[in-house]
């Protein structure tokens, strides 16, 4: 047989993927809601590229007091830069939304466009390896940390321990995952 070539979706998957069965056996109200957040995501993805795209062009934003406004503008006045990866080790990176380190003054802004409950540790893990990749000691900067949410600024100067704690974290973690892989491959 000859099957169909669909080369357009390679590497794709579907709502209804038989990799993701789990949805057969949702009632119809689960269903609803698992597209609901699924349908989030995505706009929080293209909210997310939206406010990338302004900052990099330093196109501000109406006055009007919501989040992404607020954030995109903020991101722009502080000079900010969009989606910079933070690199440690293959074992241990990440994108934060926005970043700029002028002065010895480090801020780390993020979008968040859910309503779900939202914690500084993963704006901290951003610190520890911006400080890591740019062998920078904590004690030595201003850090400046920013969540932007339901039309809510947080703001947070993150204890200095905490970040040193996780830096520790990221090296003591990245060194035992790489022992791990290389016993396993022994």
């Known amino acids: 047989m000859k099957f169909n070539k669909h080369s357009e979706l390679e590497g794709?998957?579907?709502?209804?993927?038989?990799?993701?069965?789990?949805?057969?056996?949702?009632?119809?109200?689960?269903?609803?809601?698992?597209?609901?957040?699924?349908?989030?995501?995505?706009?929080?993805?293209?909210?997310?590229?939206?406010?990338?795209?302004?900052?990099?062009l330093g196109q501000k934003l109406s006055n009007k007091q919501d989040t992404l406004n607020?954030?995109?503008?903020?991101?722009?006045?502080?000079?900010?830069?969009?989606?910079?990866?933070?690199?440690?080790?293959?074992?241990?990176?990440g994108s934060a939304d926005a970043i700029s380190f002028r002065n010895n003054e480090l801020r780390i802004f993020d979008l968040k466009t859910g309503s779900s409950r939202t914690s500084f540790n993963q704006l901290m893990c951003y610190?520890?390896?911006?400080c890591l990749e740019y062998k920078i000691k904590p004690a030595t900067i201003f850090i400046e940390l920013r969540i932007y949410q339901e039309g809510e600024i947080q703001v947070f100067e993150p204890p200095l321990e905490e970040i040193e704690r996780i830096m520790h974290k990221y090296v003591a973690f990245d060194e035992l995952m790489n022992k791990i892989a290389e016993e396993e491959v022994l």
Request: proline share 4%.
């Open 12 to 56: 794709q998957h579907s709502v209804l993927s038989p990799s993701k069965y789990h949805w057969i056996n949702y009632s119809p109200e689960k269903f609803a809601v698992f597209v609901r957040t699924r349908l989030a995501t995505q706009r929080g993805t293209e909210l997310h590229e939206f406010a990338s795209t302004a900052i990099r």
């Open 70 to 93: 607020k954030y995109v503008n903020d991101c722009i006045r502080f000079q900010m830069t969009p989606e910079v990866l933070l690199f440690y080790s293959f074992n241990a990176f």
């Open 127 to 130: 610190v520890a390896l911006f």
